[in-house]
T-cell receptor, first 114, second 114 residues
Framework: KNQVEQSPQSLIILEGKNCTLQ??????????LRWYKQDTGRGPVSLTI?????NTKSNGRYTATLDADTKQSSLHITASQLSDSASYIC?????????????FGTGTRLKVLA | DGGITQSPKYLFRKEGQNVTLSCEQN?????MYWYRQDPGQGLRLIYY???????QKGDIAEGYSVSREKKESFPLTVTSAQKNPTAFYLC?????????????FGEGSRLTVL
């Protein structure tokens, strides 16, 4: 069964601190993995995309990693800001016969405190 | 600017009423999707459409209906048969084939049943 699991479910950190969110998946065939940021009451917005051959990708203070062997990804946030408070969703894309299917994690809710 | 527009942002419904959520995109995407988001759960697929005049049931289609008469539009009707319709609804679109399959989301519609 295709599944995406995220941890922790929620996280509270102080402004300026770093944090790492985890995503484990069992999806086959694997096409790519994306991290989305979802502000409360808004639609998700893509932060990074990781393909099978990529290990690390950065987008400003966000750095995503992918270990295709262990089927694990992480999202590291450096020097957190209050605006980082949001839910972070890991989405694995499964491509079969050229069409896409998306498997969603339940998300990690991050709260950054001043 | 290209994107996905959902309306209304907030909607209240009395029990027994049907309501229709609008979703319009100007990204020239062939594929469109409706997801339901409940607290503590991942996004669940209601319906999707890969091409005009064709759509498929997702994992939780019961009590919902859709149409795809135009490439740009994919409205969702929440019928009175949906037993627990209070939720946050997200519309998304993507290329049907090719590329990386990035999902672009609208800002969501929050439906509350009174």
């Amino acid at each position: 069964k295709n599944q995406v699991e995220q941890s922790p479910q929620s996280l509270i950190i102080l402004e300026g601190k770093n944090c790492t969110l985890q995503c484990n998946y069992t999806v086959s065939p694997f096409s790519n993995l994306r991290w989305y940021k979802q502000d409360t009451g808004r639609g998700p917005v893509s932060l990074t995309i990781m393909t099978f051959s990529e290990n690390t990708k950065s987008n400003g203070r966000y750095t995503a990693t992918l270990d295709a062997d262990t089927k694990q990804s992480s999202l590291h946030i450096t020097a957190s800001q209050l605006s980082d408070s949001a839910s972070y969703i890991c989405v694995v894309t499964n491509s079969t016969s050229g069409t896409y299917k998306y498997i969603f994690g339940t998300g990690t809710r991050l709260k950054v405190l001043a | 600017d290209g994107g996905i527009t959902q309306s209304p942002k907030y909607l209240f419904r009395k029990e027994g009423q049907n309501v229709t959520l609008s979703c319009e995109q100007n990204l020239n995407h062939d594929a469109m999707y409706w997801y339901r988001q409940d607290p503590g759960q991942g996004l669940r697929l209601i319906y999707y459409s890969q091409i005009v005049n064709d759509f498929q049931k997702g994992d939780i289609a019961e009590g919902y209906s859709v149409s795809r008469e135009k490439k740009e539009s994919f409205p969702l009707t929440v019928t009175s048969a949906q037993k627990n319709p209070t939720a946050f609804y997200l519309c998304a679109s993507s290329r049907a084939t090719g590329g990386t399959g990035e999902l672009f989301f609208g800002e969501g519609s929050r439906l509350t049943v009174l």
